[in-house]
């Protein structure tokens, strides 16, 4: 039986505006060394500009929150989350995704090392464990599977229990000449 | 050139994956990479409560606002639908399923509204303003609470009982009566988890008003399942809807049912007008309504052992948790049954098995899907009932394994396990860890007051379903056997290209069955291109089309292959014919014009090309005789089952058994209670290996599942059906720091049932979960506790140890000698 009516209305809230009288913010990214002068709404997360703007939809959306990391790219050098950062952040950066990992056609070493470690499964997770690879190798060439454990913390990969993940950053790590 | 003398293996050798390439550069296809004219964005409104009444619902402020194209409701979909086909019987069979709720919500996170925009976040802005009155009602979260029946899901059914049966098998009270000892155990419980995959469901849709025909492109992982519900549902004909599925992002089972979202994006694009439209599921939608695994209660336990410690009969009631609406359930009902007896020999069983509704997200077939709350039951039984009877947990299980010699085995209810060496397993993963050291090292430690526990888990997967076992739990369905599609063709420039039904998630597909064409062929695998990804149109799916249940490598290979041969010998006579030759003086081989047939009499060849011209471009110098040559096979491959005995619920219901064998070494912490793997070892048996790399890594990754599952893992809802691991950040998927190194073991025993002695596999039988609860069990008898619960942490152990709240062995096990 019913015990109690409970009443979810809300209180009216300002309608929202269509997205292009949002104000739009110029903003200018360097994203694999091509440089792109557009406008974005303040709201627009760094993924976002990232997948839809840009269409490097190489880099992934997993879980919205920071954890899973599906989203890692590397912004003047270091690892972030894409996914939890506004694009207006990202304003005079330089930022390099997956897709910029490749040179002249060749794989990357650390893509060549997941690929020869049978490091991916359904591949989703992929660019940005290998960004967040690329990160620690960049400092650390000679990591331990403790660095290596750490590095990737924040990558989650349900496909791969990690075993074979570890294998390819440890090749990766004996090929990479300068990251 | 190459010629049959020299031929070369390709099947079970660990060639690297073909999907590899564009998945590293960032250039797969997913499908929220797809980006159309016109696309529109959908946002569900969904309920907060996990049962309550709709009073009202307004949706004028949400499409007021600039760029929202309309509203859908469930009202205003019910007069264009059919509640979806319901697989149970009565009473289950009486549930009206909507994908939109009607009149009332059954769990947190059920869609109300569908907000229909230019762009997701116009979407989103405006589903806030939707505003929905709810009368809120008491809500049922727990089993065997919801099978009292004070609070009803739905009216309809007039019982929250979906199923029931009872499955019995030899002589059970003869066995308890003859017994030397029974072993009573009050309840064991199998938690609720998901193996949540990393992309989350994405569906785009469009109802095409130029042509009628329903477009879509997602991620459903069977989707010959789903286009079988959405056709009867959307009252359209099933050749009218067309599914394309492209790169998955993980399934793991769970996006088997996300037809119903699948339904209200296509009645969305019908209402805008044919526009297309995408909808991207959030995490937090994903945890709290797509789909979780079965959870399962295990009551009133009776095990009769005979004086060796061998069990002669298991007695039990069994509740399984199916949340909010059956969907694929009561399905699962009868999928355990595929492993009664799990790896042991026991004759007599009698297992009462019920399935009800609670106010919970729906279950869907998640990765070992209703077999793995079976043998995670009889592992914990087999463990308890050493410790009672004194015998150590690897020689109870000794005891009790199907000796190698005994297969193929006939279970109690007629499963046919084809093959399997359960004893060597345990020797093999034994060796690995160093069994031996482990107890000297565990002697040690527990002198210093260490909780040191060692435990073993066998576990099975069964592949390649018979689903005739849905007559089981409904005589009326209309489903039985297995079968599995596939083409293998000479393009017009002659390309050799293979197509199958399946839609893998990261298994492997296009380089396994590469791999076994390339073998029919003699050619280099990388001259083959594999078409996976469901695709309608390609004519190659049958009705049990898609990627689950560990079976492509036994029903998806056996397609191909038949394909293959079928294409072979259409090549060989037609090359018989131009060399003017006999066909046996046809061999297969590559020259320096590439793939080729060459007569060996005369040493003249015809090259790919050649043979595909004559039949696609030149065919005026084929005879007609010849005209039944196309070089375009279809083969469809049929599992050899027959419908099961529905009144004694017996036959054979799995082609292939695949083993896994683990053992754990786990410290739990005398401060922390967190419990902590100090050595891991995964030994498998899928029979003969069509590519080990792949199957190795199908073993970690189900070893990572299982032991995210049994640690960290769990859907965990309060009392008034709040989901409170909405989030990664609560739900907490094991990470690279959680994960322990596994040491990897493998034996071959080959399948007598595949072409290939090749076993499906990928599940994974949930091996860790038995294992770990089995080594937490072995550290935690000296302290009087039993671990009841397949999901255990820190908070668990803690309330178990010194809480005293749960797993006290006085209340839950009971043991009766007799003279």
Redesign the interface.
């Known amino acids: 039986m ?9 209180a ?2 300002p ?5 292009a ?1 949002i104000t739009a913010v110029p903003i200018s990214v360097k994203v694999n060394g091509k440089t792109h002068s557009l406008t974005v ?1 303040p ?1 627009t997360l760094l993924v976002e500009l990232i ?2 703007k840009l ?11 920071t ?2 990391g ?1 989203c890692t790219v590397l912004m003047n050098g270091a690892a972030v989350k894409s996914c939890t950062m506004f694009a207006v952040q990202a304003d005079g950066a330089e930022l390099l ?3 910029g ?2 040179k002249d056609g060749q ?1 990357h070493p650390i ?2 090392a ?3 470690s ?1 490091g ?8 940005g464990l ?1 960004l967040s690879a690329f990160q620690l190798l960049s400092h650390n060439r000679q990591p331990s ?1 403790k660095d ?3 590095a ?15 294998k390819a950053i440890q090749l990766a790590a004996q090929n990479v000449k300068g990251v | 050139m190459s010629s049959e003398n020299n031929k070369k293996n390709w099947v079970g050798k660990p060639l690297p994956r073909k999907e590899e390439d564009r998945l590293l550069r960032g250039r797969g296809k997913f499908a929220d990479d797809i980006k159309m004219r016109e696309m529109l964005y959908l946002r569900f409104v969904r309920s907060p409560y996990a049962h309550a009444r709709i009073v009202s619902i307004a949706t004028s402020d949400a499409e007021a606002v600039a760029g929202v194209v309309c509203t859908l409701t469930g009202a205003e979909i019910l007069p264009q639908v059919q509640p979806f086909i319901e697989i149970a019987p009565e009473p289950g069979g009486k549930i009206k399923d909507y994908p939109l709720a009607i009149s009332k919500v059954r769990y947190q996170g059920e869609p109300v509204v569908a907000v229909i925009a230019e762009s997701p976040g116009i979407a989103d802005d405006a589903a806030e303003l939707v505003q929905v009155e709810y009368e809120a009602l008491d809500a049922v979260v727990d089993a065997e609470e919801a099978l009292k029946d004070a609070n009803i899901l739905h009216e309809e059914a007039g019982t929250n009982r979906v199923w029931n049966g009872v499955f019995e098998y030899g002589d059970v009270e003869k066995a308890f009566s003859e017994a030397a000892s029974v072993v009573h155990i009050d309840r064991l419980h199998f938690h609720r988890f998901s193996s949540t995959p990393l992309e989350a469901n994405v569906v785009i849709a469009q109802w095409n008003p130029k042509d009628e025909r329903i477009y879509y492109w997602c991620n459903n992982s069977f989707p010959s399942f789903a286009i079988q519900f959405l056709s009867a549902h959307l009252n359209v004909h099933i050749d009218r809807i067309r599914v394309e599925t492209s790169d998955i992002g993980g399934s793991f089972g769970i996006k088997i049912t996300s037809y119903p979202q699948m339904a209200v994006c296509a009645l969305a694009s019908k209402k805008a007008g044919g526009r297309p439209i995408k909808w991207v599921e959030t995490r937090s939608e994903h945890n709290t309504s797509s789909a979780h695994g079965n959870e399962r209660t295990f009551r009133d336990t009776r095990v009769a052992l005979d004086k060796d410690g061998v069990i002669t009969a298991i007695a039990s009631r069994h509740i399984d948790d199916c949340g909010a609406y059956p969907r694929y359930e009561p399905l699962g009902c009868v999928i355990w049954s595929q492993v009664v007896p799990g790896v042991y020999r026991f004759k007599n069983t009698r297992i009462d098995f019920t399935q009800t509704v609670t106010n919970k997200c729906p279950v869907g077939p998640n990765r070992g899907y209703s077999r793995m709350q079976h043998l995670w039951f009889l592992e914990r039984v087999v463990d308890i009932c050493a410790h009672e009877l004194g015998i150590p947990a690897d020689e109870m299980r000794l005891r009790n394994y199907i000796r190698p010699e005994e297969f193929p085995y006939t279970t109690p209810n007629g499963c046919v396990y084809d093959s399997g060496n359960y004893p060597k397993m345990l020797q093999v993963a034994k060796g690995l860890i160093g069994w031996d050291e482990w107890k000297k090292k565990r002697a040690a430690a527990r002198k210093q007051g260490r909780l040191i526990g060692m435990g073993i888990g066998t576990t099975l997967d069964s592949g390649t379903n018979n689903f005739g076992q849905s007559q089981i739990v409904n005589p009326g369905a209309p489903f039985s056997g297995n079968s599995q599609g596939a083409n293998c063709k000479l393009d017009i420039y002659g390309e050799v290209v293979v197509a199958v039904g399946s839609c893998p998630q990261g298994q492997g597909h296009e380089t396994t069955a590469a791999q076994v064409v390339a073998d029919v062929l003699n050619i280099h695998p990388d001259l083959i291109t594999v078409r996976t990804g469901f695709d309608t149109e390609r004519n190659v799916h049958t009705g049990f089309s898609g990627t689950y249940a560990s079976q492509f490598a036994v029903s998806g290979l056996s397609a191909v292959h038949g394909a293959a041969q079928k294409l072979k010998a259409e090549m060989k006579r037609l090359a018989a014919f131009v060399l003017e030759t006999k066909e046996d003086d046809i061999e297969f081989g590559t020259g320096a014009q590439g793939p080729e047939l060459r007569a060996k009499s005369t040493g003249k060849s015809i090259n790919y090309w050649g043979l595909a011209n004559i039949v696609n471009v030149n065919s005026a110098v084929l005879p007609v005789e010849m005209h039944d040559v196309t070089l375009n096979c279809r083969y469809i491959w049929r599992a050899p089952f027959k419908v099961p005995d529905k009144v004694k619920k017996y036959g054979n219901l799995t082609l292939t058994y695949a083993s896994q064998l683990h053992i754990a070494v786990i410290e739990i912490d005398r401060d922390t209670f967190i419990p902590r793997i100090l050595d891991y070892v995964a030994v498998d048996d899928c029979g003969t290996v069509i590519n080990p790399a792949i199957v190795e890594g199908q073993v970690y990754g189900a070893t990572a599942h299982g032991i995210g599952a049994a640690l960290m893992e769990s859907c965990v809802y309060d009392a008034v059906g709040n989901m409170l691991t909405s989030t990664f950040s609560d739900y907490t998927p094991i990470t690279a720091v959680n994960m322990p190194k596994v040491k990897y073991g493998h034996i071959e025993t080959p399948s007598p049932h595949s072409y290939s002695g090749a076993k499906g596999m990928g599940e994974g039988g949930a091996a860790p979960i038995h294992t770990i609860s089995a080594a937490l069990q072995d550290a935690l008898f000296a302290e009087g506790i039993i671990v009841d619960d397949s999901f255990n942490n820190a908070d668990s152990l803690f309330r178990a140890m010194v809480g005293k709240e749960i797993g006290q062995a006085a209340k839950l096990v009971t043991v009766e000698r007799r003279p």
């Open positions: 019913p015990k109690k009516v409970v009443k979810r209305k809300r009216p809230k309608k929202p505006a269509p997205e009288a709404e709201r997948r839809e269409d490097l939809t190489g880099t992934h959306v997993g879980c919205d929150t954890y899973c599906a995704t997956v897709e990992l490749e794989l893509q060549k997941f690929g020869d049978y991916l499964q359904c591949g989703y997770c992929t660019p290998m599977e290596i454990r750490k990737i913390a924040g990558n989650t990969c349900r496909c791969t229990g990690y075993q074979n993940i570890f």
